[in-house]
């Protein structure tokens, strides 16, 4: 039987990109665009010529009436303009082409490049972010600079070289004439110059009125059912109209003033057509104008209206392009986790951090401890009051390299902030943590998160299928390796009884397990990634009491192998730990097993009584950040 082959969920099935990452030299949407540079010239460039093409075309009809005036042979003068037809329907058709190409080459480096920086954001500064908003952001606002940077640029160098070469052709026909077309023309420019800069304004103003939109809706559908259950249905779809009202009502304004810019121009070149017309026919009857002369003149006027329509066109688009790259820009300026060491390089590729730091490790022979804390303390202070209160308050203690150990506390005490640190989502503001000896700020990432596995508080799974989900820190696992992660975490008979097994679909955050189900689905994959130290926040809350029974002789098992620090608010999931951490308002309170605490901790015998303290505190964010699990749960 040949095992199926796993692809991490959400990985790409189809359109996977051609080529490697470049070596990245910025991320501003300029200087992605920049690196595109050569095609986008090359395509303006034959645009530009097929613009010269079309410049020909009005001298070569005047040479055809002058022709057929003085009854001359037209065969070559038609031979001029069916090749200067051609040569323009060839130039703007190779132009086009390459303008769309340099625009979604623009378009899928940046959002290539944004990705990674959205996926290598810190934390912190990604959770201040509303997700809907950053969804506009990559999906929309990039697709409006893709426009900005190639169509409405090579527009505005096209047009423009129309513009000008057109009037310097008029200017060489009859001077007297230009004066009167350029000033009906100025101030119909001047006010389209004045309606632009107005667009850009409005452009900006539409597109953070949308990513409002957006992120409301993301926040509703994303809690669905609790939107339901609190029977709050009317109400979101009161707020989130409400907020469609408000990015209508500006794109409204931004159509309105659209729509103003090429009116703004056609009534100009009405108005100097008029004029020129009148005077020019006056002048052609007087004879100081010859009719071919006026009439190339007339046509260059007619072939002055699509241009300067684009042009101005061209500028309101780019001022929205800008608007929506200011925004892209943002976005790809978020905060990027730190992955520089600290110091010298602490551990081997691929090896654990142990060896590097084997000077740390004490006595010869003797094993470092799994992981360290020093006098660690935290805030995750952001400038206001509230966040820069300490959360870890001078944190030390160690976790063997084997054995199980429990960290318990009330709500809110710091527990989860520690594994936090641990997988450096955060950086300590005092202190340090060890793994094996060595300081975890001199270790590079992927070290550090590979030897460290991570069973989070909320059970993350992912759309994809079980087998996608449980290798998806570890894609290379074998089948039985699979099957020992499954047996070991308790998931075995739940795998069994579905008809599809592990190829079993999940949805959007692994629904169709439930939540014991999803919690052991990660265990078990975090189990896969072969960590030296475990860290499972909570791992046990949704297990009923056999499974628990289970899952405690699976830890035993497990803690025979690796550190397992586990967090736990049942007190029976860790009665038989090596040692139990218990923590207080960000400061361990004491340190032992079961017995000796029960007879001398009165926190603990307090946590082993109520097995779940919680206060409720008012500073939730988004998504709860800001609280305790503990304190989620009781909004
Ligand atoms: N992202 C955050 N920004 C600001 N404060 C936070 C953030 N996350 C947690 N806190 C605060 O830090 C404190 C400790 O939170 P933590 O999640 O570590 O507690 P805990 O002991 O794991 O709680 P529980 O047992 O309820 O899960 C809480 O008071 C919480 O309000």
């Known amino acids: 039987m040949t095992a199926p082959t796993a692809n991490p969920p959400g990985a790409a099935t189809a359109g996977t990109p051609p080529d490697a990452p470049r070596p990245d030299s910025g991320h501003t949407v300029w200087q992605i665009a920049a690196r595109h540079r050569k095609l986008l010239v090359t395509g303006v460039l034959l645009g530009v010529l097929g613009a010269a093409a079309a410049l020909g075309q009005p001298l070569a009809i005047g040479e055809m009436i002058r022709a057929a005036g003085l009854g001359e042979s037209l065969a070559g003068p038609i031979t001029v303009m069916i090749l200067l037809f051609c040569a323009d329907a060839a130039f703007s058709a190779v132009h086009a082409y ?307 150990t429990a960290i318990v506390g009330p709500s809110g005490a710091g527990k989860t902030t520690l594994f936090q640190l641990v997988e450096r989502f955060h950086r300590p503001t005092g202190g340090s943590i060890l793994l094996s000896g060595a300081d975890i700020a001199t270790l590079p990432l992927d070290t550090l998160r590979g030897t460290v596995g991570y069973v989070q508080q909320d059970s993350a799974a992912m759309r994809g299928t079980i087998r996608e989900n449980l290798v998806y820190a570890n894609p290379s696992a074998t089948e039985e390796e699979i099957r020992e992660a499954v047996e070991t975490a308790g998931l075995a008979d739940v795998v069994d009884r579905l008809p599809q097994g592990l190829e079993t679909p999940l949805g959007e955050q692994g629904s169709g397990l439930s939540g014991g189900q999803r919690q052991r689905l990660c265990i078990a994959r975090t189990l896969l990634q072969k960590p030296a130290v475990m860290l499972l926040d909570e791992a046990t809350s949704h297990l009923d009491s056999d499974a628990e029974l289970a899952f405690r002789r699976a830890l035993r098992r497990i803690s025979g192998r690796c550190a397992v620090v586990a967090i736990a608010h049942r007190i029976s999931t860790v009665v038989d730990a090596d040692r139990i951490v218990v923590l207080e308002d960000g400061q361990v309170r004491d340190i032992g097993a079961h017995g000796p605490l029960m007879e001398r901790s009165e926190l603990y015998r307090r946590l082993a009584g109520s097995q779940l303290n919680a206060g409720v505190r008012a500073d939730a964010g988004p998504d709860g950040v800001g609280t305790g699990a503990g304190q989620r749960a009781l909004v």
Request: aromatic share 6%.
């Open 98 to 404: 390459l303008i769309g190409r340099s625009g979604e080459n623009i378009v899928f480096d940046v959002r290539r490049s944004l990705t990674g920086r959205l996926l290598r954001a810190d934390l912190a500064a990604f959770g201040r972010h509303q997700q809907g908003d950053i969804f506009t952001r990559m999906v929309t606002d990039t697709s409006l600079a893709r426009v900005a940077l190639a169509q409405s640029l090579s527009q505005l160098v096209i047009s423009g070289f129309m513009v000008a070469g057109g009037i310097a052709l008029m200017l060489w026909i009859d001077v007297w004439l230009l004066l009167l077309t350029l000033l009906c023309l100025g101030l119909a420019s001047g006010m389209s110059v004045w309606l632009a800069r107005r667009l850009r304004i409005v452009a900006v103003q539409n597109r953070e009125d949308t990513g409002a939109f957006g992120s409301d809706l993301q926040r509703a559908l994303s809690a669905l059912p609790t939107v339901k259950a609190s029977r709050a249905e009317e109400r979101e779809q009161r707020r989130i109209s409400g907020l469609a009202w408000q990015a209508r009502r500006s794109g409204v304004k931004v159509s309105a003033l659209n729509a103003m810019l090429s009116p703004a121009m056609n009534v100009g070149l009405q108005v100097s057509l008029a004029v020129v017309i009148g005077v020019g026919m006056t002048r052609v009857t007087t004879g100081s104008l010859p009719l071919a002369d006026l009439t190339a003149f007339v046509m260059y006027l007619f072939y002055l209206v699509s241009p300067l329509v684009m042009f101005f066109l061209s500028i309101g688009q780019f001022q929205q392009g800008r608007a929506a790259i200011q925004r892209v820009d943002e976005l790809a300026g978020l905060p990027q986790e730190e992955d520089e060491p600290a110091g010298p390089p602490a551990a081997p590729a691929g090896g654990t951090p142990a060896a590097a730091a084997a000077d740390t490790a004490g006595p010869a022979g003797e094993e470092p401890p799994a992981v360290e804390f020093r006098d660690v303390r935290f805030a995750y202070g952001a400038g206001d009051d509230e966040r820069d209160r300490e959360i870890l308050a001078g944190v030390s203690f160690r976790v063997p390299a084997r054995g199980l």
